[in-house]
């Protein structure tokens, strides 16, 4: 038994340490820089300054507003990418013909890197030569500067976003949507249950389990959100794009300001911690 239990550890034990290396260590390191003066190109040694890293970021009003955009940009991508994947599901899982055709073209946006994404969309918004801009113009509408227009960069950036990652939901929905028991859709159908009552008090109550992880999944990738930010307005116009992430980035990475840009990154995982133990006991409570 012991032996047994020795070779179970030993086969454990290099998984075990490459997690301790590329997770513990980071995050242990990254949280004590927190507290310094870390700045990269000093000579002097960094100097333990408490929390005064995260009551200059409270203060800062452009880290305000990289949180608020960061928080709005989550609630809009979530709720649109979730609905229109649970909705584009229950349309092609009802189809009779033309299903595996479907399923494959909509996943093509979802395989696409984000920088490939980006760089894609850059090109068919530009306000010069664009094609979406070409399109308007034959409408008589335009053309507008999608990227650099304040009114319009978040919602672009939100709009490509949709694009991308609704099929990542529609994906996981339509597994949902397989499991659920077709003797229940029968029984519905010979007591006259019309389709949205259906809907609503057979299909959505199987499928909760998996619209909590998607909603889980979606709100932990969108407090992310750096590559298209940063290709395609770099936080602009006037930190109306500004992201967390985008934010660290600029205080970390391209001001070298480490210990400052390490306090921003803890502040970020715990608001994500925060949303995901909320969506986890919801998700809990659901299934219980």
């Known amino acids: 038994m012991a032996s047994k239990r020795g070779f179970q550890w030993a086969m454990l034990a290099p998984v075990t340490l490459l997690l301790i290396c590329v997770t513990v260590f980071p995050f242990i390191y990254t949280v004590t820089n927190s507290f310094t003066d870390y700045y990269y190109l000093a000579s002097d040694a960094k100097q333990f300054i408490g929390f005064s890293n995260y009551v200059k970021i409270i203060q800062d009003e452009q880290f305000r507003q990289a949180v608020w955009n960061t928080l709005k940009f989550m609630f809009l991508a979530v709720s649109i990418e979730t609905a229109l994947g649970l909705g584009i599901a229950v349309l092609i899982e009802s189809m ?8 494959i073209t909509m996943l093509i946006p979802s395989l696409l890197p984000p920088v490939t994404v980006a760089l894609i969309w850059q090109m068919m918004l530009s306000n010069h030569n664009g094609i979406v801009n070409h399109l308007l113009h034959w409408f008589g509408v335009g ?85 298209k930010v940063n290709i395609l307005t770099g936080g602009g116009p006037a930190n109306s794009t500004t992201t967390i992430t985008q934010y660290i980035y600029k205080q970390g990475v391209y001001n070298l300001q480490i210990g400052y840009g390490a306090a921003a990154s803890v502040i970020m995982v715990m608001l994500v911690l925060v949303f995901s133990v909320f969506y986890i006991k919801r998700s809990m409570g659901g299934t219980a």
């Open 143 to 227: 053309p507008f500067n999608f990227l650099m227009d304040i009114n319009i960069a978040f919602n672009a950036i939100l709009f490509i976003d949709i694009w991308q990652w609704t099929p990542f939901a529609f994906l996981l929905l339509y597994a949902g949507l397989q499991s659920v028991p077709r003797s229940q859709f029968e029984a519905a159908k010979v007591d006259g249950a019309g389709k949205l009552h259906i809907f609503f008090h057979i299909t959505l109550p199987n499928i909760m389990p998996t619209l909590f992880m998607v909603i889980l999944l979606r709100t932990i990738d969108t407090f992310r959100l750096f590559d």
């Open 96 to 103: 009779r013909r033309g299903q595996k055709v479907l399923r």
